[in-house]
């Protein structure tokens, strides 16, 4: 389970888009659920990104609504982050790599409390 949060935490950071209900957002258990397809690319040097991983996080960013959401989700998934050792230009590339815009960098450094 661990390995499976922190793979989250920086997908979580996609969860950026527009202003919403707080009590609509994803949990941390279902965001972590919802992103396994991208625990390899981002622990694993060699592995490749898959289209299951751009799926996950695409359908990620857009069910997290608003400031509120945004810093649960990123406190939830930069604690996930630290223990699964997330490779940090992994996360940073990836929304490029995957069509994504978001509005914050994917920095296993971010301060989720500054979003």
């Known amino acids: 389970?661990?390995?499976?949060?922190?793979?989250?935490?920086?997908?979580?950071?996609l969860v950026v888009a527009?202003?919403?209900?707080h009590a609509n957002a994803v949990s941390c258990p279902q965001?972590?659920?919802?992103?396994?397809?991208?625990q390899d690319?981002?622990?694993?040097?060699?592995?490749?990104?898959t289209v299951?991983?751009?799926q996950a996080a695409s359908k990620l960013n857009s069910l997290v609504h608003g400031k509120a959401d945004l810093k649960d989700m990123c406190t939830c998934l930069k604690q996930a982050a630290a223990a699964l050792h997330v490779i940090g230009d992994r996360a940073k590339s990836?929304?490029?790599?995957?069509?994504?815009?978001?509005p914050?960098?994917?920095?296993?450094?971010?301060?989720?409390?500054?979003?």
Request: hydrophobic share 40%.
């Open 41 to 49: 690319y981002l622990v694993n040097p060699s592995a490749k990104l």
């Open 18 to 21: 527009s202003a919403a209900s």
């Open 94 to 102: 990836l929304p490029d790599q995957c069509h994504i815009q978001v």
């Open 52 to 54: 299951p991983c751009c």
């Open 31 to 38: 965001a972590i659920t919802m992103l396994l397809p991208c």
């Open 1 to 13: 389970m661990v390995r499976q949060s922190s793979t989250l935490w920086i997908l979580g950071l």
């Open 104 to 115: 914050v960098p994917l920095d296993p450094n971010t301060d989720c409390s500054r979003l």
